[in-house]
């Protein structure tokens, strides 16, 4: 069984930055895929960001956050990075983590909250003057 723990949010202002880290406990080895999320009240999950565990050099990001967001793994360390800069009020959301056993990520194609099985419980980001 995969754990996802989520940690690094918090309040910040516009134009600044964050890094945001997923720690994987349990059965980490059988998963393929990793990806970040984000879901603000009201609306839907977003997929914002995926790295493979086998390729970390094929990354996604969704057009909301390409050229400012980085997305980056330690798989020693059994640990998912997202840095996040330039920050603006729209990125306002709770970050989840994801993994999945069988998905691949590719730089052009989005993904969805539906192809993940692995969850996180999320952390708060709140961009503010």
């Known amino acids: 069984q995969v754990q996802l723990v989520e940690s690094g949010g918090g309040l910040v202002q516009p134009g600044g930055s964050l890094r945001l880290s997923c720690a994987g406990s349990?059965?980490?080895?059988?998963?393929?895929?990793m990806a970040w999320f984000r879901q603000a009240p009201g609306k839907e999950r977003e997929g914002i960001s995926c790295?493979?565990?086998?390729?970390?050099?094929?990354?996604y990001y969704s057009d909301s956050v390409k050229g400012r967001f980085t997305i980056s793994r330690d798989n020693a360390k059994n640990t998912v990075y997202l840095q996040m800069n330039n920050l603006r009020p729209e990125d306002t959301a709770v970050y989840f983590c994801?993994?999945?056993?069988?998905?691949?990520?590719?730089?052009?194609?989005?993904?969805?909250?539906?192809?993940?099985?692995?969850w996180g419980q999320g952390t708060q980001v709140t961009v503010s003057s």
């Open positions: 790295i493979n565990r086998s390729d970390g050099r094929s990354t």
């Open positions: 349990g059965s980490t080895l059988d998963y393929h895929a």
């Open positions: 994801a993994a999945d056993s069988d998905l691949y990520c590719d730089s052009g194609q989005a993904v969805t909250a539906l192809d993940f099985h692995f």
